[in-house]
């Protein structure tokens, strides 16, 4: 349930340093600091004490100097669209505004990658590189920047077949508390040579250090595409088959599940008539057309041999653009059907042949208590999330979320799952991780405080 959480106020000396220093950038406007004392998620608000929007790496260098010598918590924020609350200053301070670095540096189409600074959207990126016959193929659906994508390991559509953040990120510019910016990663496809000091940083939320620069991976943009609808009558059963598409080889593009609640809510938002049921969207991908219709007739089999009906294919690029706005659009489209209520976005991870027996557990609990909660997932490599939401004041329900949704992270860690797949920790999955990384979340700490001794940046995040 949403809620204020305690402000340290920036002293006057150091409002004072950081006007001197950058001018009319520094803004302390009751409304700017609104726009950032908040994320998508909407649960948490807290107002920094000042915005500063930084335009070079110098001013993450000069702003991270000021930070540390007047003790003043520092929160980097582009977007704003993470879902755990990674960009709330909870402590105050200087919410540190890195949408201004917003250029692609270059691309090299030879290479397969681009260097872009952290402010870049991905919508942006791959504007600029459809021109060379590539894309970037991490896809999580809100307009992140590819800096915030990194802090917190995102996915989406696209992980199932190219992978995560992590995996797509060969080199990172990266300044710290002490002034150091250091190189880590290669922009070679591989190296070995010491510690993997890049991964340490992704995923890290900006508690370790602020990313400034990134140089990414890029893949070539498939020749011939088809999206495949497919309606199941339960969770269980699209699951099921998603393992079993997953196993026939296909290596689909995307593959994803969306439950009849969702699609309900698309229906009435989008003005779309898809059937209000349990659906598999399965993008599938080939050189050729003729490769691509013997992937779409296995497809079709593995489907109907899984109790799949009403087998649409969308092979335009209209069509299939229209799926992928009403999957992107599905969790927007929830919203607005309930307006005044609070929502709580869950995600979580499972080995993917535990998926059918995970959602149906979960979808089981949901109904025993009556919640009117939506299931839609990254299916392909066993991710999923569950949507609930409440009127703020309505206690017993948010009782039977908060239960519900421990029990079911209880059960996804019994089973060898994760507490996040790819929305992070922030403030709202700590217990969770303190139970899934019990014996090494010290040795977090003790990276954290080696990192930042006095605990300035993005304090809070993580774990308390």
Known sequence: MPHNVDNEVMNSAALSALHNHFGDRLSTAEAVREAHGRDESRIDFQLPDAVLFASSEQDVVDALELARTHKVPLVPFAVGSSLEGQVIPVRGGLSLNLSGLNRVLGIEPGGFQATVQPGVTYPELNRQARRHGLFWAVDPGAEASLGGMASTNASGTGAVKYGTTRDNV??????????????????????????????????????????????????????????????????????????????????????????????????????????????????????????????????????RDAGGQNLQAAYSPQEREAVWEARHKAYSSMVALHPGHVNLSTDVCVPLHRLPEVLDATRQ????????????????????????????????????????????????????????????????????????????????REIKALFDPEHLLNPGKIFE
Not at 214 to 230: A, G, H, I, K, M
Not at 379 to 388: I, Q, R, S, Y
Request: proline share 4%; hydrophobic share 40%.
């Open 170 to 303: 060969l080199e990172m510019r990266v300044a710290l508390i002490d002034g150091r910016v250091i190189r880590v990663g290669s922009k070679a496809r591989k190296t070995s040579a010491g510690y993997d000091l890049k991964n340490l940083f992704i995923g890290a939320e900006g508690t370790l250090g602020v990313i400034t620069e990134l140089t990414v991976r890029l893949w070539p943009l498939p020749s011939e595409l088809v999206v495949l609808r497919c309606n199941f009558q339960t969770v269980q059963e699209a699951a099921a088959c998603a393992v079993g598409i997953m196993g026939a080889a296909l290596q689909p593009e995307r593959l994803e599940l969306i439950d009849e609640r969702e699609i309900h809510a698309v229906n009435v938002h989008l003005g779309r008539a898809y059937p209000e049921f349990p659906t598999l969207w399965i993008e599938l991908g080939s050189p050729s057309r003729a490769a691509l219709e013997e992937s779409l007739a296995l497809c079709h089999e593995l489907c």
């Open 365 to 444: 609990r949901c109904d025993e208590r009556e919640l009117d909660a939506s299931f839609v997932g990254h299916v392909g490599d066993g991710n999923f999330h569950v949507l609930f939401h409440a009127a703020p004041g309505d206690k017993p329900t948010w009782d039977a979320i908060h239960a519900t949704y421990d029990e079911m992270m209880a059960l996804t860690l019994s089973v060898g799952g994760t507490c996040s797949g790819e929305h992070g920790i922030g403030l709202h999955k700590q217990k969770y991780l303190a139970q899934e990384r019990a014996d090494t979340l010290g040795l977090m």
